[in-house]
């Protein structure tokens, strides 16, 4: 069963520093963590370290 988590926290980027919140559905908040951090860090070409998740609800 998939249930709803929305991460919010921050991206460093070249030119600063950039929040974000995204919601995604997902079998466990390790499995959302990871979905969330694949599809960052492919829409910006940065590594997974450059991620920081401050908040899950």
Sequence with gaps: MSDAYTMKGSIELGRGVQEFSREVEAESEEHARDLILSS??????ISRANVSIDEVE
């Design 40 to 45: 960052l860090t492919s829409e910006h070409g």
